[in-house]
């Protein structure tokens, strides 16, 4: 597996540049590639009459392997990056030769879940994205303060289309706990001890479903691991990456 690339895809309401902390210490080991989401960060949203869905948002990906040539790599993601990792296994699944799954989850919104996300969508097309939207998620995002103003500036940098987008998308998709156990790709579960949004049971749901997996619990960090602690993150990634 060492020498397959490793695409990362990033969380909401973020994009790529969240991956900077990890950037340079995994690109030293292998090819690493981190988009950003349609929407999101520099990605353009298309138009289109379709209902927000992360499988089209997971055809992105698929597209951007052909353009690259890569035919199969590692997928990895982060939150909402973690759900379209897996919308990526089922559309494409001989594109994925393994699975980087960071605080995220197998399984679809609760209703209530889904209702505060159409909120949310609806709120960012009426209001745009600053003056709130960090403020309502930074508390659920982070278990130390540390990186809160990284974090604040990256939300407050996203298009509210792209991001009423997401929230769109992400409150349809499926669960994904009966693909995970129909796969025999290998899987990297890493989660912060302190994830509020998805916590360790829901990380033991995945190591669970998967035939071969690993589970990394970083401690004193929350749902965003690659910035509040980037070198355990690394040495997970390259540990299993070995």
């Not at 030769?97 to 679809?108: E, F, M, R, S």
Request: glycine letters at 8%.
């Amino acid at each position: 597996m060492t020498e397959l690339p490793l695409v990362l895809l990033h969380a909401f309401p973020l994009d790529a540049r969240m991956w900077d902390p990890v950037r340079a210490p995994l690109a030293e080991r292998l090819r690493l590639i981190t988009p950003d989401q349609r929407g999101l960060g520099r990605s353009p949203l298309p138009e289109t009459d379709r209902e927000p869905s992360l499988e089209d948002a997971a055809r992105d990906v698929v597209a951007l392997l052909d353009r690259l040539e890569l035919e199969e790599v590692v997928v990895g993601g982060c939150s909402m990056g973690g759900y379209l990792a897996l919308q990526v296994l089922k559309i494409a699944p001989e594109r994925v030769a393994g699975l980087v799954l960071i605080d995220t989850k197998a399984t679809a919104d609760t209703p209530e879940a889904a209702e505060n996300r159409l909120k949310v969508a609806e709120r960012v097309e009426a209001e745009g994205v600053k003056g709130w939207l960090a403020d309502a998620n930074l508390p659920n995002l982070l278990a130390n303060e540390e990186p809160a103003d990284r974090v604040r500036e990256l939300i407050d940098a996203q298009p509210p289309a792209g991001v009423a987008w997401a929230a769109r998308a992400m409150r349809t998709r499926p669960d994904s706990l009966d693909l995970l156990r129909e796969t025999d790709v290998p899987g990297l579960v890493i989660v912060g001890e302190e994830d509020k949004l998805t916590p360790v049971e829901e990380a033991g749901k995945m190591v669970a479903a998967l035939d071969e997996a690993t589970l990394v619990v970083l401690p004193g960090a929350g749902h965003l691991t690659p910035l509040e602690d980037p070198a355990g993150v690394v040495e997970a990634i390259l540990g299993w990456y070995a």
